[in-house]
């Protein structure tokens, strides 16, 4: 009973807060962090990936050079969902997650993407939408962050996979972390393979400094930990 009177106050503050221009994007439950958004963008559908799973597979590579080409908000889309979309009514997604509980955020840092102006996003799987948490192209700050890798500043956009351990806790413990890190290979996997698919370029990014990434995503849960970043561009 009193998880459901906190759900629906948290409800009724959502619906205040989007009615004076603030928005709130919920992550998965009552009592779990909020992360702020300025507005809010519609994702188009994904696009379907005709491509033979063995083709993908067989394809798939660690590409660090992009072309200067802007992506487009459907091939964003694609890639999005493929990270950590809803696939089943009782929202399962497209990633496995330890107890259905999904405490990984994807924060999105856009460059170059028509239709989008640049700045730090974050999506959200429920309404398949985008959350505006900061204007401006941070890309070559995020760079700095990755040890200087010049494919993060060059990347059209760069998926950055965040976890909340806190999620996780309360049901498992100490090995929270542990099922949060497995989670982040499954669901960088299929970034892999969304972008091979698609004929994207991206590279599995796991050496950067977790302060300074949390600082530019304007991230301030300290149990929140960045985990990958995958910058993505035209091969």
């Not at 989008?116 to 309404?127: A, C, F, M, S």
Request: overall charge positive.
């Amino acid at each position: 009973m009193k998880r459901r009177m906190v759900a629906v106050l948290l409800t009724a503050l959502a619906l205040v807060t989007t009615a004076l221009g603030v928005g709130w994007y919920m992550l998965s439950g009552p009592g779990e962090p909020q992360i702020p958004v300025k507005a809010r963008v519609k994702l188009p559908k994904p696009v379907r990936m005709d491509m033979p799973l063995s083709e993908a597979l067989e394809k798939r590579r660690s590409i660090r050079k992009y072309r200067p080409e802007p992506l487009t908000l459907r091939e964003l889309s694609t890639v999005l969902w493929a990270a950590q979309g809803i696939t089943d009514p009782r929202g399962f997604r497209t990633a496995p997650s330890a107890g259905a509980l999904y405490p990984l955020r994807v924060f999105v840092v856009v460059k170059n993407v028509k239709g989008l102006e640049p700045g730090i996003y974050v999506y959200d799987p429920k309404t398949h939408t985008l959350g505006l948490v900061k204007r401006g192209d941070f890309h070559l700050q995020l760079q700095r962050a990755c040890l200087d890798q010049e494919w993060v500043g060059q990347a059209a956009v760069n998926l950055v996979i965040v976890g909340y351990e806190r999620v996780l806790r309360p049901r498992y413990g100490d090995r929270s972390f542990r099922y949060m890190a497995l989670e982040a290979g499954h669901v960088g996997q299929n970034v892999y393979l969304a972008c091979t698919a698609l004929g994207l370029g991206t590279v599995a990014v796991g050496a950067f400094h977790d302060e300074e990434v949390k600082r530019i995503l304007g991230i301030r849960a300290e149990d929140a930990v960045p985990l990958y970043v995958f910058p993505i561009g035209r091969r």
